[in-house]
């Protein structure tokens, strides 16, 4: 191939790749390896039959380059736990945005389930529910106190314990994808159909507006359970569908990114807790306009976090066209 033609053919690849390197363009760790392979192969071909041409100095000190950023020993920086939540799970999660579709579709499908099946049977909800809450539920409703079980205990004893079971639920959640995502899936369609049932059941009661009490917690709460379930589905997924790498690999590797996202979730439990601790129990009190306005934050928090920022930041990472870098190289080096 004459080396006008080798450039042509490539050019676009190694200026994608050296904007990404000036910039410092986050890159997924597969695409890097991708990249500087096929880089260290041209190299190698310009090696053979271009030598002493431009070509070759310009891949040279690309090659040289890329090495340094990827395999240089740097200093950790001081805000590395500042930058994992600032930047690098959001650009993490961006990737799993449609594992995220799909536990959400389980749990809502689940949740019309739970609503359905109540609303046609008043004996479902104890199918669900344990007869012992259930009866405790019903007899608070008729001493006009339906949300009395939140008020019980003190305000630390409640956020430490709630906090604990809602953290064990999510490690349950992601634990049990080791099942094919079989357990997972589980986990999620139990959950779906209880919260279903829960709402239905003080429905049933026309009670319906009380349940804004338990979306104090609730919003972050729920949340929080379907991104965990996405985790579980992730490391699930990579032992059905393990694509290019072999089933022990992929499994690795579906294991880690799962346990990246379930330790995401950490900090919206501890959240979800303290309001369910020290805030949910003043919720029947609590003026109409603050009880809504702390359910819309908290589902905007959730929203932004885990689905808008990641889109926002992938697209303000992305490597720009072509055209807008092509000054990037001498053309020199080009033609």
């Not at 080396?3 to 904007?19: D, H, L, T, Y």
């Not at 799909?102 to 609303?119: D, E, K, M, Q």
Request: charged share 15%; hydrophobic share 45%.
């Amino acid at each position: 191939m004459r080396e006008a033609s080798f450039v042509k053919q490539n050019k676009e690849k190694w200026i994608g790749f050296e904007n990404a390197l000036d910039n410092n363009v986050k890159i997924n760790p597969d695409d890097l390896a991708s990249y500087y392979i096929q880089l260290t192969n041209d190299l190698s071909y310009a090696q053979t039959y271009y030598p002493g041409s431009k070509t070759l100095l310009y891949l040279n000190s690309l090659a040289s380059q890329a090495h340094q950023k990827i395999y240089i020993t740097k200093k950790e920086s001081k805000n590395k736990i500042i930058s994992f939540w600032r930047d690098e799970f959001p650009l993490f999660f961006y990737h799993y945005h449609k594992t995220l579709l799909y536990a959400f579709l389980i749990f809502a499908s689940a949740v019309c389930i739970g609503v359905v099946s109540t609303l046609n049977d008043d004996s479902f909800i104890r199918l669900i529910l344990p007869d012992h809450y259930v009866n405790m539920t019903i007899e608070n409703i008729e001493k006009g106190e339906p949300m009395a079980v939140y008020k019980s205990g003190s305000n630390i004893g409640s956020f430490l314990g709630i906090t604990i079971n809602n953290i064990r639920v999510a490690i349950i959640a992601f634990a049990m994808g080791v099942i094919f995502s079989v357990g997972t899936i589980w986990v999620l369609f139990s959950n779906g159909i209880m919260l279903g049932a829960f709402i239905t059941f003080f429905y049933n009661y026309g009670i319906l507006e009380k349940t804004s009490t338990v979306w104090l917690h609730g919003t972050i709460e729920i949340s929080v359970i379907v991104i965990a379930g996405c985790a579980g589905l992730v490391m699930g997924n990579s032992i059905l569908f393990p694509k290019t790498y072999s089933r022990r690999v992929s499994f690795m590797k579906g294991a880690k990114d799962g346990l990246k996202i379930v330790v995401s979730t950490i900090p919206f439990f501890i959240i979800a807790g303290f309001i369910e601790g020290f805030i949910t129990r003043y919720g029947e009190q609590m003026p109409s306009f603050l009880a809504y306005a702390i359910i819309l934050i908290s589902l905007f928090i959730i929203v932004y976090y885990y689905i808008i920022y990641p889109i926002a930041l992938h697209k303000a990472n992305k490597i720009k066209p072509l055209e807008e870098h092509l000054e990037l190289i001498p053309k020199s080096q080009l033609t």
